[in-house]
Each structure stands twice: as C-alpha cells, then as structure tokens.
C-alpha cells in the first residue's frame, strides 16, 4: 500500500470513529435528559439549555476531526 492509500484509510477512520462517537454519546444524553424531565418536569427548561449546549460541544468536536481528516486528505504533510 502506498502513503496516499494510508492516508485515505486513515481519513475514513477518523471521521467514521468520530461520527460513531458522536452518534452515541448525542443518544445516550438525549435518553438521559428524557429520564431526568420525566422525574422532574419542573426542571426540563434548564436540562434543555444544558442539553442543547452539550450537543453544540460534542458536534464540535466530531467537525474537529473531519477538519483534520480533510487537512490530511487535501494537504498531506506526510508526503514529502
């Protein structure tokens, strides 16, 4: 395998693995927000802003890594 076939493995598994990560823990927080506002409807205004903010950091952070995944796909500082 060459460095360009590398590269493009390891731009799929950054974004793959990041997409998945993401996917799951957006899932489980929205299940246990749910659970949270069944207990205590009183507090759903409150979890609801905490919720939405976390989902803003954790997308961030998988657009994070296909940042890095497009850097290394388009300008790959592997290749000399």
Same mark, same amino acid.
């Given at each position: 395998?060459?460095?360009?076939?590398?590269v493009?493995?390891a731009? +799929?598994?950054?974004? &793959?693995l990041g997409a !998945?990560g993401?996917?799951? &823990?957006?899932g489980m927080? &929205? &299940? @246990?927000?749910l659970?949270?506002s069944?207990r205590?409807?009183?507090?759903?205004?409150a979890?609801q802003t @905490?919720?939405?903010?976390?989902?803003?950091? !954790?997308?961030?952070?998988?657009? !994070?890594g296909?940042g890095i995944?497009?850097l290394f796909a388009f300008?790959?500082p592997?290749? +000399?």
């Open positions: 395998m060459t460095n360009v076939a590398f493009a493995l731009c +799929g598994l950054i974004i &793959g !998945i993401a996917c799951i &823990g957006i927080m &929205g &299940g @246990k927000y659970e949270a069944a205590q409807p009183e507090l759903m205004n979890l @905490k919720m939405f903010l976390l989902v803003g950091l !954790i997308d961030a952070a998988f657009l !994070i296909v995944a497009m300008s790959n592997f290749v +000399g």
